[in-house]
């Protein structure tokens, strides 16, 4: 089978497409053959080396996939060849087919596309995740996106509209924050045009927001907090912008605020049951119209490196994959 293999922590440019051997499923494991496999920030910094965790190289990058399994190894009896299933293996899912343990596979609906399920995982269970479990979001409360037209920005406007919060997306561009409106974004700021904090006071206002979620970093995370509402929850979940801030902990006293970590990754291995459960009311959501997953590029085996590429130079809106051709 063709699959993507990154060989030295490089840019995204060095990856190359090989043939290698098919996968074999050992005891307790599924081969998936892979439609479609949704593209995440993590996937550019992993192949970059600038990830918390640094594969054994060479490795195939790629963290969820969609698709059929093609085979089941010994002791898996609750899934079968043919089934169509959502995987998250944090590596590997950009190639023909791969290999996952089947505790990691979750059954799809017929009326859930490939494309659509491979975004779920990551970007929309990290949002669902930081919202919920996290900043335990109430229904009325104000809610303020940053980056809000990327993977787990605009899943996070849904998933705050579908939790009944005041949504408040923050992006770029004009043409971002239109598909934030599409998808259900109360309100608007352009933070290259506009001040944020301004903004944000006359949105509210003056009460701040009572959680925001910041994927970005950088200088945006301080503005963001110091408009931050009283009680409010700042949800620390990535540094797209590249600058890990730092935050003067007089904001937090003055506020009665809280920053708040989150970590998808970690949660779904030591949650798995929870996250199951919000994976299962994500394609529920799906299903039913509440929300709508946006696939708006999808990118061949060998264009892998574009799609990171595009996720680097801020041009991605929703989500991208990678699909396989068989
Ligand atoms: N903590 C967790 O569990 C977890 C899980 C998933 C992802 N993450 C992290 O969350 C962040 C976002 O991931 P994602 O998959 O949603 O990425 P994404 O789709 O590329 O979205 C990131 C957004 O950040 C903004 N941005 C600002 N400066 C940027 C820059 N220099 N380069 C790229 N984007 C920039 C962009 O919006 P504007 O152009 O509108 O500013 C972009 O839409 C990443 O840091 C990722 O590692 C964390």
């Known amino acids: 089978m063709r699959a993507v293999i990154c060989s030295s922590f490089d840019q995204p440019e060095t990856l190359t497409v090989e043939t290698v051997p098919d996968p074999v499923a050992a005891a307790g494991e599924i081969v998936v053959e892979v439609h479609a496999a949704g593209v995440n920030f993590p996937d550019a910094l992993m192949v970059m080396g600038q990830y ?16 059929v399994i093609s085979a089941v190894g010994p002791g898996v009896s609750h899934l079968q060849v043919g089934q169509r299933v959502v995987v998250f293996t ?49 229904k009325g409360e104000t809610l303020l996106v940053l980056g809000a037209s990327g993977g787990v920005g605009l899943a996070a406007v849904m998933i705050g ?20 409106r599409t998808h259900g974004a109360d309100d608007v700021i352009n933070y290259t045009t506009e001040s944020l904090r ?5 949105i509210t206002n003056g009460l701040g927001p009572d959680v925001i979620c910041d994927p970005v970093g950088g200088d945006l995370t301080e503005l963001a907090f110091r ?22 902990l007089n904001l937090p006293l003055l506020k009665g605020a809280s920053v708040v970590g989150v970590f998808w990754g970690s949660f779904e291995q030591r949650e798995p049951v929870a996250n199951a459960r919000h994976l299962s ?10 929300i709508s997953p946006v696939v708006s590029a999808r990118y ?22 990678v699909v396989a051709t068989h």
């Open 52 to 67: 918390q965790v640094r594969p054994p190289l060479p490795f195939t990058p790629g963290g969820e996939a969609a698709g």
């Open 90 to 138: 944090r590596t590997g899912a950009f190639a023909e087919r791969l290999c996952a343990p089947a505790s990691s596979a979750t059954p799809i609906p017929e009326s859930l596309s490939f494309e659509v399920a491979a975004t779920l995982p990551l970007a929309f269970g990290t949002a669902m995740h930081a919202l919920i479990d996290r900043a335990k979001i109430a």
């Open 161 to 180: 509209k579908a939790l009944g919060a005041r949504v408040i997306a923050a992006a770029s561009t004009d043409e971002k924050l239109a598909l934030c």
């Open 198 to 202: 301004d903004r944000v006071k006359a």
């Open 227 to 248: 408009s931050i509402a009283w009680g409010g929850r700042h949800l620390v979940i990535g540094f797209a912008g590249g600058a890990i801030p730092s935050l003067p």
């Open 281 to 290: 009311q994500l394609m529920d959501w799906v299903v039913n119209g509440t």
């Open 300 to 321: 061949a085996l060998h264009e892998s490196a574009s799609a990171l590429r595009a996720m680097l130079e801020r041009r991605v809106v929703g989500k991208v994959v």
